[in-house]
T-cell receptor, first 116, second 114 residues
Framework: GAVVSQHPSRVICKSGTSVKIECRSLDFQATTMFWYRQFPKKSLMLMATSNEGSKATYEQGVEKDKFLINHASLTLSTLTVTSAHPEDSSFYIC????????????FGNGTRLTVT | KNQVEQSPQSLIILEGKNCTLQCNYTVSPFSNLRWYKQDTGRGPVSLTIMTFSENTKSNGRYTATLDADTKQSSLHITASQLSDSASYICVVSAGSNSGYALNFGKGTSLLVTP
């Protein structure tokens, strides 16, 4: 079945540094990728939607200069958390979807970010 | 207002028992509905997909139903196992004139105890 690989699975960084998270679709072309944030025991919160080759669409309240999203190819999207602060510590998940009405949504396994 | 409502918010059952999770939606036009299982610290994994014409679909001990008239879906888990403890998320896809937008429920947290 289709697989979405997310890397790294865990990352610890110092406050003020930037962290890049990669999301790759391994066996299909992901025309649309989504990035989510999830707090403990809470539901997924959509942060942004990106279509290959175009700028990401951010949800209300998500700072686009803080969370940089790049979807430069049909198999790769990246999320960069810039100038990270402890409150950015969270579980970040990507998902990817091919073109088509009934295209399933495949999720990565998430990245646990801890900012110290 | 969320267009996908899941109930209950959380559920605790004994190992071996059955349970049913509910998903009610207002998404229109409707394209399809998926149930996902999310283990703690992992990404969601698809269990079933239901389109408009499908009423029931099974995946092992998981059986999903869909009533497109009342806009309700259920996920029935038979003979629960400890490994069924997870969050179950209902995702409804809108039709083409809504860009196949995805609408997420907030999930049902299931705990299966020995």
């Amino acid at each position: 079945g289709a697989v979405v690989s997310q890397h790294p699975s865990r990352v610890i960084c110092k406050s003020g540094t930037s962290v890049k998270i990669e999301c790759r679709s391994l066996d299909f072309q992901a025309t649309t990728m989504f990035w989510y944030r999830q707090f403990p025991k809470k539901s997924l919160m959509l942060m942004a939607t990106s279509n290959e080759g175009s700028k990401a669409t951010y949800e209300q309240g998500v700072e686009k200069d803080k969370f940089l999203i790049n979807h430069a190819s049909l198999t790769l999207s990246t999320l960069t958390v810039t100038s990270a602060h402890p409150e950015d510590s969270s579980f970040y998940i990507c998902s990817a979807r091919a073109r088509g009405m009934n295209s399933p949504l495949h999720f990565g396994n998430g990245t646990r970010l801890t900012v110290t | 207002k969320n267009q996908v409502e899941q109930s209950p918010q959380s559920l605790i059952i004994l190992e071996g028992k059955n349970c049913t999770l509910q998903c009610n939606y207002t998404v229109s036009p409707f394209s399809n509905l998926r149930w996902y299982k999310q283990d703690t610290g992992r990404g969601p994994v698809s269990l079933t997909i239901m389109t408009f014409s499908e009423n029931t679909k099974s995946n092992g001990r998981y059986t999903a139903t869909l009533d497109a008239d009342t806009k309700q879906s259920s996920l029935h888990i038979t003979a629960s196992q400890l490994s069924d403890s997870a969050s179950y998320i209902c995702v409804v896809s809108a039709g083409s004139n809504s860009g196949y937008a995805l609408n997420f429920g907030k999930g049902t947290s299931l705990l299966v105890t020995p």
